[in-house]
């Protein structure tokens, strides 16, 4: 019989990415050092050096192996603990993940929020994690137990910032809806609601020392609120002792239940009518920041009780030498007029951005200040006043992050230290070009080109051009052209860097460019309805200029072109929906291929000629034939519009890419989809492909540029299709959720049972829980098939001893029956194949995977966990799912009289069992302390771990010598050739 033939497609994966310095969202922080700071980078972290902005580390979730269809999560929110080892990045997909900066490691990932994580915050100790997200709730989190611990909601908007209060005891969120929220954490409630004046708070932060609040909102607000403990219920009294309203006994007079209250104080002045984004104090609590959403910053300084008293006499002097003199004047001089608590908070200096701010950080009071300007008098700071200035780590919307030096006194004066911004474009790039030789890959943007080497992703170039949309190289990768928006084309020398020659070539903007195969002819189309053809000349003076050659009208504006392998054939798309195809040498008409619905934005012709691809503004891909121009087939390639399309050299596999953010590969055909590339978090505007079609570079909105190489691992499209499956029921299972949520949250409003309470369950249900939660099920089962299979054994050999009983005829006697060991069991026993099943569900997703069960199996699973709490190891995960199962199910294990008897000894076995284990852990760390001190006292760790930082600091300084060395001499060799 036939065989018939199956096609080896191998997988394009994301080898690098570059360009970003810090993306639109989430904020920039400052390590504790200071010599580093941490910065949102889409997908990825990046943390970079403070002095010369090299990338030391990227934090990027790992790829998952084969088929997926999981899309990169932008990073939304970032905040670093008290440690200054544990970062919290809040994702996009309302994921949370614990990474280690030490290691550049991630701990765990927390699935909790439905929408994107606005906000973060770590409590003191750094025990507690609070994330706030746009589905409008509050997660708490156990950063040590890496689990949830409850959910708050209230908030009707998205919750834009929150604070831990109390050493996590409390704690205060701000949301859109205009509404301040307290709540009291080990109760799950809110305790107070205050109401903003203007509708909308996007920001918190507090001075718990001085009791005050600091809240931004809409229109420039910036509110001050007092924050104080007040008793909100009463102890009960029965039978001459104090109860409290949780049941616990008290004496006389100690409330029974004390939260936070904020009474609202008065507003400050801005500079700014935009709404404030983002206040913070510093680490030591002098000075706050407040950023607003354009171009301002304002520093406030916090002021002691001494320079209010001095800063009033001032003001008191001040009105007496203005005022008349009489006695009412001299006694109000002598007597102490009311201070407003505003006068706290002193205006200094303010900041203004060339562009509109990001986000900003203070950095360490060791970076702040430059020796040459450390202090008005060198015994000041012994003294305890003021320094002079203040050091801010401010970012900016246009890619672009900056030191600022800020004077320290009323409305003193800001600048700008140092920058970090060469290694990425201002604007979006529009286009992408490779060189001749594949190693230089052309971005272009507004205002500005760079040349990119692919190895080491350095920035080789810049150029000072106008609004790029398109660019190739000519002159063997000498120079670069590039097309304009103003329909001017640009000719730049790599050596030098420098425009060498301007030409107005068209009338309107310059849309597509392309170089003639095997001439150095340049074709340019343009929305001035031409196309022309320019020829690069050499000069012996180094420079070279473009010279135009032949022009042809077209019927409608161009916006794309493309040269067939073999330069016989010139393709051009119109804004007409259609595609001519004409003849090179003479712009002779040779097809009009019509079938598109809107604009055709892209072109691409196959190496040989067979075939052309067509992108357009409809969504389709289109497969033409050039030897007849028919329509192989319509491809609904894309959820918006194609903007780009290219064939891999010596094949009839073409990619695409649009502005629904993905990169697709085709096979033109059997006209299916091979795979997709999932990267980036915008629109993706252009692609370019090397000739052995081993790796691919494209561009987008996101400011990324993304290098994809060609792996080893071969796709499989069924695998494709099955993973595609799985996100589908993982959206299901999301869309249940909500529903579900929903439903609880109107009973609430209606006032009916079961409404959704205040306080609920951390986590989201996810297709991993689902699995965590089938593993479990599964592990019952084998359980109790191996307890049906030893209840027979045991029957079995009862009976074998009752008729051996019964003869003496020994050969009269069948065999003794033998129980055969469980391979399912792996050699464990019963219990620790249970533990084993448990522990192989990740913690984040323990609590999901328990909820999941049905009451039937919570009860099998309690009849096996209570007998094992006293004696078998790890208790900590045993009295989790205990105690979280009786919690759930509390109603139900009451009416069950079996799990009863089980559960009176659980108090004392559980409590038991927990000291014992934390009476052992405290007596390590007591052990651990004392072979601490023991260390640094000898010294001999301090001399260890310094010579583990010099050799550290060794590496690092070679590895960057290494790289300037390779680059320079990249850089000598392109000028020789």
Not at 346 to 352: D, E, F, G, T, V
Not at 931 to 952: C, H, M, N, P
Request: hydrophobic content about 40%.
């Amino acid at each position: 019989p036939d065989c018939a033939m199956v096609k080896a497609y191998l997988r394009y994966a994301e080898d690098a990415a570059w360009g970003v310095i810090v993306s639109s969202s989430g904020s920039i922080l400052a390590t504790h050092s200071g010599d580093a700071f941490i910065s949102p980078a889409l997908d990825a972290v990046h943390v970079r050096s403070l002095k010369t902005g090299a990338l030391t580390a990227t934090l990027r979730p790992e790829a998952a192996a084969g088929p997926t269809t999981a899309v990169p999560a932008e990073v939304t929110a970032l905040e670093l603990a008290p440690d200054g080892d544990t970062l919290a990045v809040g994702d996009a997909d309302g994921s949370v993940r614990l990474w280690s900066l030490f290691v550049a490691a991630e701990r765990v990932r927390l699935t909790g929020h439905r929408g994107g994580v606005r906000s973060l915050r770590f409590s003191g100790d750094g025990a507690l994690l609070a994330s706030g997200g746009n589905d409008t709730s509050v997660v708490l989190w156990d950063v040590v137990g890496e689990a949830g611990v409850c959910k708050l909601r209230g908030h009707r908007a998205a919750v834009t910032d929150l604070l831990l209060l109390d050493g996590g005891q409390s704690l205060a969120s701000v949301s859109k809806d205009g509404v301040l929220k307290l709540w009291d954490v080990p109760s799950q409630h809110c305790v107070q609601t205050a109401t903003a004046p203007s509708g909308e708070l996007y920001t918190i932060d507090a001075h718990e020392a001085r009791g005050r609040l600091l809240t931004g909102g809409a229109g420039g607000e910036l509110l001050l609120w007092s924050l104080e403990h007040k008793q909100l219920i009463e102890a009960k009294a029965t039978n001459g002792a104090m109860v409290t309203e949780k049941g616990a006994s008290a004496s006389a007079g100690v409330p029974a239940w004390v939260a936070p209250h904020v009474t609202l104080l008065g507003s400050f002045e801005t500079p700014s009518g935009a709404h404030v984004v983002r206040v913070r104090f510093d680490s030591k609590q002098a000075f706050a920041a407040v950023q607003f959403a354009d171009k301002n910053l304002l520093v406030l300084g916090v002021q002691d009780a001494g320079q209010l008293k001095r800063q009033q006499k001032r003001k008191l002097a001040k009105k007496r030498k203005h005022a008349e003199a009489d006695d009412d004047a001299a006694g109000d001089d002598d007597a102490d007029a009311e201070v407003s608590p505003l006068a706290a908070f002193q205006a200094l200096a303010s900041l203004r951005g060339a562009h509109k701010l990001h986000s900003f950080a203070f950095l360490p009071a060791s970076t702040r200040v430059p020796a040459e300007r450390q202090l008005i008098k060198g015994e000041a700071r012994a003294a305890g006043k003021r320094p002079a200035s203040l050091r801010l780590l401010v970012a900016q919307r246009n890619n672009l992050v900056g030191v600022w030096d800020c004077e320290l006194k009323p409305r003193g004066a800001c600048a700008l230290v140092s920058s970090v911004g060469s290694m990425g474009h201002r604007q979006e790039p529009r286009c992408v070009a490779l060189s001749s030789d594949e190693r230089s890959v052309l971005t272009v943007a507004d205002g500005e080109a760079k040349v990119w080497s692919v190895s080491s992703q350095q920035c080789l170039r810049s150029f000072a051009c106008g609004y790029g949309l398109c660019a190739t190289f000519v002159l063997s990768g000498r120079f670069v052209v590039v097309g304009n928006k103003a329909g001017t084309l640009q000719l730049f020398s790599m050596a030098t860097g420098e425009l060498v020659h301007e030409v107005g070539a068209h009338s309107a903007a310059v849309y597509g460019l392309a170089l003639e195969p095997g001439a150095q002819g340049v074709l340019s189309a343009s929305a001035d309805k031409r196309l022309a053809t320019w020829l690069p000349e050499a000069r012996e003076d180094g420079t070279a200029c473009l010279r135009e050659d032949r022009v042809h009208e077209l019927p409608d504006d161009a916006l794309c072109c493309a040269y067939s392998a073999d330069g016989k054939f010139v393709a051009a798309g119109l804004l007409d929906a259609s595609v001519k195809v004409l003849f090179t040498d003479t712009f002779k008409l040779f097809l009009t291929l019509y079938g598109h619905k809107l604009p055709v934005l892209s072109l691409s012709v196959s190496s040989d000629g067979a075939l052309l691809v067509s992108g357009s503004a409809d969504k389709a891909v289109k497969i033409w034939g050039l030897d007849f121009g028919d329509c192989h087939r319509s491809l609904y390639a894309h959820g918006e519009s194609v903007t780009c399309v290219q064939f891999v050299r010596g094949t009839h596999y073409f990619f695409s890419c649009g502005k629904d953010k993905l990169i697709k590969y085709w096979d033109a055909d059997s006209f299916e989809q091979i795979h997709t590339l999932r990267a980036h978090t915008a629109e993706v505007w252009s692609l370019v492909i090397s000739r052995k079609g081993d790796f691919v570079v494209s561009v987008g909105r996101d400011r990324a540029v993304r290098l994809w190489r060609r792996s080893e691992e071969q796709v499989f499209i069924e695998e494709e299709r099955e993973a595609e499956l799985e996100a589908a029921f993982e959206g299901g299972l999301e869309r249940q959720q909500q529903t579900a949520e929903a439903e609880e949250e109107e009973a609430a409003a209606l006032g009916l049972e079961g409404g959704a309470a205040e306080g609920t369950h951390a986590g989201r249900r996810t297709l991993e829980s689902v699995k965590g939660a089938e593993r479990v099920l599964e592990a019952l089962r084998v359980l109790d098939d191996e307890d049906e299979r030893r209840a027979e054994h045991a029957l079995a050999l009862q009976r074998w001893e009752e008729a051996s009983a019964r003869t003496s005829d020994a050969k009269s006697l069948s065999k003794q029956p033998v129980l055969v060991p469980n391979l399912l069991l792996l050699g464990l026993s019963p219990g620790d194949y249970l533990l084993k099943a448990l522990s192989g569900v990740r913690t984040a997703e323990l609590d999901q995977a328990l909820m999941l069960l049905p009451f039937d199996a919570v009860r099998r699973l309690l009849t096996r966990l209570l007998p094992l709490v006293d004696s078998a190891p790890p208790i900590e995960l045993m009295a989790r799912c205990v105690l979280f199962l009786l919690r759930v199910h509390y109603k139900q294990v009451l009416a069950n009289h079996s799990l009863l008897q089980l559960l009176h000894p659980l108090e004392s076995k559980l409590r038991t069992r927990v000291t014992r284990e934390r009476d052992m852990l405290g007596f390590n760390m007591a052990a651990l302390g004392f072979l601490k001190q023991s260390i640094e006292t000898s010294g001999s760790g301090r001399a260890f771990f310094d010579e583990q930082l010099r050799e550290r600091a060794s590496r690092q300084a070679s590895s960057t010598a290494e790289l300037r060395r390779q680059t320079a001499s990249r850089q000598r060799g392109s000028r020789k050739r």
